[in-house]
């Protein structure tokens, strides 16, 4: 299994920018996929964006494209979140992931996780 470390969170205003990083270990970090998600309270959990294993191909969810940069550095065993121009609908809890399978039909992308267990997240409140 993959052990996750989620940090970077915090309050911040609309507008605003914040970098979210997930620390990997365990398995070969660099053998897999790697996604972040979140949870805002209440509902499921939803992707957000993910990044091949190489880093090469990223890919975002609607709602965070142009906005949102994933990057990873597989020497750091780390991915990262850049986000810009927050909303405050962007408040959740934030996860990262390795991923298994992504694919995209019905207007949004659809995945299945490489890894059983869920770190503990970092929350981003993003005030109005």
């Known amino acids: 299994q993959v052990q996750l470390v989620e940090s970077g969170g915090g309050l911040v205003q609309a507008g605003g920018s914040l970098r979210l990083s997930c620390a990997a270990s365990g398995r070969t970090f660099s053998s897999y996929a790697m996604g972040w998600f979140r949870q805002h309270p209440g509902k499921e959990r939803e992707f957000v964006a993910a990044?091949?294993?190489?880093?090469?191909?990223?890919y975002y969810a609607d709602s965070v494209k142009g906005r949102f940069t994933i990057s990873r550095d597989n020497a750091k065993n780390t991915v990262y979140l850049q986000m810009n121009s927050l909303k405050p609908e962007d408040t959740a809890v934030y996860y990262c992931?390795?991923?298994?399978?992504?694919?995209?039909?019905?207007?949004?992308?659809?995945?299945?996780?490489?890894?059983?267990?869920w770190g503990q997240g970092t929350q981003v409140t993003v005030s109005s």
């Open positions: 990044i091949s294993w190489s880093g090469g191909s990223t």
């Open positions: 992931n390795a991923i298994g399978e992504l694919t995209y039909y019905s207007g949004s992308y659809h995945y299945i996780l490489e890894n059983d267990y």
